[in-house]
């Protein structure tokens, strides 16, 4: 089975939930196994997390984290059966990032016997979870996972994502006041103020900022409850706001701007910061590289509008950056990826590998990249 057909068979599991999670990393695991790569599953919240090593067993060789993920957001039933028309297959996740996880389970396989250098893959189930405020990668990496560099298979359309905004998203509170329906003018609609400050959030001074990568931050109103009778004017609204901030942005004062506006309260935050990594990076430079010879005649850097797992690795010091195939309309209802991407990406991950090794060891040491590339 080709990249191909392990991202038609992916995409028929619907990932959004915790059954078809398990059912999938089932298919994975087996899979790898099947084709000479050991994988363990461990439990966190529920739910199964992959890894595998393979490569070089040696000690002190270069090591290169794979990461990939196997959830993804609701979808409608037909989603969840894959489709080809031309050279594009449609479906639920295939561009995020089931096409892109396919072609790097086959990268594995093709890398098992690897000498000098060793990669250490992760299946991640919660990378699309808004339910927990750590995710299974950053466990992982708080017990030990590291390596010299980090790649995971987020859609960037075979470009090296070096930077993506951060996340600060927001539960708010909007206060109004009851009354009955049949006369709204005698309260204070909290369903239309909800709008009225979401409409405010977006003229914000920090919404109107652009930085190297990006013209704008994103601003999304993601959920809005409110009301519990048709005949009652809402006295409450709660909005569940994503905004993805620029680097150099700070979340904080992006916060105290919303505070600021009337009848509004902030109950709950999360919080990732933006992931950044010099395009001088000998890894960076080399997975460009990688991918030109690949066939992909433009390798540029850039910067994503989506956040990641990658920022998990920063964090502890290991520069990540974001890399999948083409594609596009991810999390729409004509999600697709490009089918001809799929083995250039394979083909750019396994060629990258193997040039791994002959990268010199003041390249490879992953502290003092980390502190020229994003620290700094």
Known sequence: MDERGLAERLITYDTSHADGIKAAAGFVKGWLDSNGVD???????????LTATVGDATPGVPAIILHGH??????????????VEGERLLGRGAYDMKGG????????????????????????PDEESEDFDRHATDELVARGLTAAFAITGEPTNLHVGVQAKG??????????RAAHGSTPWDGDNAILKAIDVFRRIESLPFA??????????????GRLNAGDAVNKVPDEAIMSIDIRYLPGQD????LEQVRAMPDVEIIRTFIRPPAQVARSNPFVVALCDAVRRA????????????ASDAISFLEAGVPAVEF??????????????????????????????????ALSETEAAPGLRAVEDWRA
Do not use: K
């Open 295 to 306: 066939g992909q005649p433009e390798a540029v850097s850039v910067g994503r509008d989506g």
């Open 167 to 176: 996340v600060c998203m927001a539960r708010v509170v909007v206060r109004g």
């Open 324 to 357: 999948g195939p083409e594609g596009g309309g991810h999390h729409g209802p004509e999600e697709w990826v490009s089918i001809p991407s799929l083995g250039r990406y394979r083909r750019a991950l396994v060629e990258f590998m193997e040039r791994v090794p």
């Open 208 to 221: 109107r900022e652009s930085s190297e990568m990006f013209d704008r931050p994103s601003i999304n109103l």
């Open 101 to 124: 996880l396919a072609a790097i389970m086959c990268a594995l396989r093709d890398l098992t016997r690897l000498q000098g250098a060793q990669v250490r893959f992760v299946c991640a």
């Open 251 to 254: 979340p904080g004062a992006i």
């Open 70 to 83: 196997i959830d993804v957001v609701p979808g409608f039933p037909d989603q969840f059966a894959p489709r």
């Open 39 to 49: 994988v363990r599953a461990e439990d966190y919240h529920g739910l199964p997390v």
